[in-house]
């Protein structure tokens, strides 16, 4: 009897490459929230009022909402290798630069370089993405990728305030600038664009990737199509995202200045509050895949989840305006948060499931409304408190885009690409026939 072949075990190389991708996402947030995590001492030695450090904040907003779509286009061009390896590079001279601002000019200087720096991140990630994992696994990976950068969010104000507690505020950005140079270094070495050029992976595991198709990097990038289709997911990002910056930018000093904490106990309840969020991701990726897996409509994965996410989000939100308590606020600001994350896994594996060839460039798009929100939102924000002194007030406005957001999410259609003309059955024959095979 001849014996067959033992068939060689399937490698771990797209586990590294994920682990890559989450420890970009901690980062990424890391650099990013690291000044709201540390604003109380900054504004007292600049000087600043509420509403010049949400000028500070939104500066941020501008270069990143103009370098989303080109960043995208690149990396699905030059690929996320050498798209991350440039656009990290920037954030890393951005971060340090921020330790050694002077005044608010120069703090809006480092925030616009960031801007450029991150712009391209997340677009490059989704290409990434879209070239290691199959439609199926994409909504828990977009899920975990972006459940690190809210871990990234959540340690941020503790780790700030320790830093800034032990040494001071301005070497706190200097060090985790040096966090993310060591990122980079080990981003360039180890990923591949082409899986099929990794040396470390094997025939067991290439079989579970997406396949080849060496003319999708060539193709011109149809920019109305791809606009056309993605307004919808774009309009919904941006009423999520209008709600997540308030999260991101204010929630230390809300309770450092709206409950009288001081710097660490405010930094320990708004990492609590963060927590939340990075469950809320991974939760929402993993349970979009579930419903896709287990109905086969694309439809019911994406739009079901970020409907029930938005939704989920306004009932947690209205007793943080109505209740002066401090547990009150603190469980509905996690609820809140932990049901806007859930969004985030299936709003940004529509672009990969719109246009798979060109998914840098429609996650791009993406993002860049998004982008526009971290712009609007802060100032607001900032403007209203200074004018009120009241906390809660600017929640009011999260209420309205969230609902308009759940009404919105009607109009994406995750299960017709591109080049589709005609809608995919909605009990998902097509859809799940997709599920089947690799993208």
């Known amino acids: 009897m001849i014996s067959q072949p033992m068939r060689a075990p399937r490698t771990h190389v797209q586990k590294a490459v994920l682990a890559l991708l989450c420890a970009m996402s901690f980062i990424l947030y890391l650099d ?15 000087g600043l009022s509420n509403t010049t450090l949400g000028v500070a904040f939104s500066a941020f907003g501008y270069t990143y909402a103009i370098f989303q779509i080109i960043g995208g286009w690149l990396a699905d061009r030059a690929g996320a290798r050498r798209t991350l390896f440039v656009c990290g590079s920037i ?10 601002v002077g005044g608010l000019a120069s703090l809006c200087a480092a925030r616009l370089l960031l801007g450029i720096g991150e712009g391209a991140a997340l677009p490059a990630q989704a290409r990434a993405i879209a070239n290691w994992f199959q439609m199926k696994d994409r909504g828990f990976v977009q899920g975990i990728t972006h459940s690190s950068s809210r871990l990234g969010n959540a340690v941020a104000p503790t780790l700030i305030a320790l830093l800034a507690t032990l040494y001071s505020w301005r070497l706190s950005f200097v060090i985790v ?42 193709a011109a990038t149809p920019w109305r199509q791809i606009l056309g289709r993605m307004s919808p997911t774009i309009f919904v ?36 509050v963060f927590l939340a969020g990075v469950v809320g991701d991974v939760t929402g990726g993993f ?28 009932g947690f939100m209205i007793p943080v305006m109505l209740s002066r308590d401090l547990t009150v606020a603190t469980t509905c600001l996690s609820g809140a948060f932990f049901m806007l994350e859930l969004t985030v896994g299936p709003i940004w594996a529509v672009p990969m499931d719109i246009a798979p060839p060109h998914a840098g460039t429609a996650s791009g798009m993406l993002n860049t409304g998004a982008a526009l929100a971290t712009i609007i939102s802060p100032v607001v924000f900032g403007v209203v408190v200074d ?42 024959s097509d859809a799940g026939a997709a599920v089947g095979r690799s993208t």
């Open 32 to 46: 990013r929230v690291n000044l709201a995590a540390a604003a109380g001492p900054i504004k007292t030695e600049l």
């Open 91 to 100: 954030w890393v001279v951005a971060t340090v630069a921020t330790g050694m």
């Open 177 to 218: 600038g040096a966090l993310t140079a060591v990122w980079i270094v080990a981003w360039v070495w180890y990923y591949r664009d082409d899986p099929r050029e990794h040396r470390g992976i094997n025939e067991a595991e290439l079989a579970l990737l997406p396949s080849a198709d060496p003319a999708q990097a060539r």
């Open 237 to 272: 990002y941006f009423c999520q995202v209008w709600s997540n910056t308030l999260f991101f930018s204010w929630v230390p000093l809300f309770f450092l200045h709206g409950y009288g904490l001081n710097l660490k106990e405010s930094a320990i309840f708004a990492s609590g």
């Open 287 to 314: 349970l979009s895949d579930l419903v896709l897996k287990r109905t086969g409509s694309l439809r019911k994965a994406r739009q079901g989840v970020i409907a029930f996410s938005l939704i989920g989000a306004l």
């Open 387 to 428: 004018a009120t002194g009241n906390w809660s007030l600017p929640f009011v406005g999260s209420l309205l885009f969230l609902l308009l957001g759940a009404l919105m999410t009607l109009k994406i259609h995750p299960d017709r690409t591109i080049d589709q003309m005609r809608p995919r059955d909605e009990a998902g």
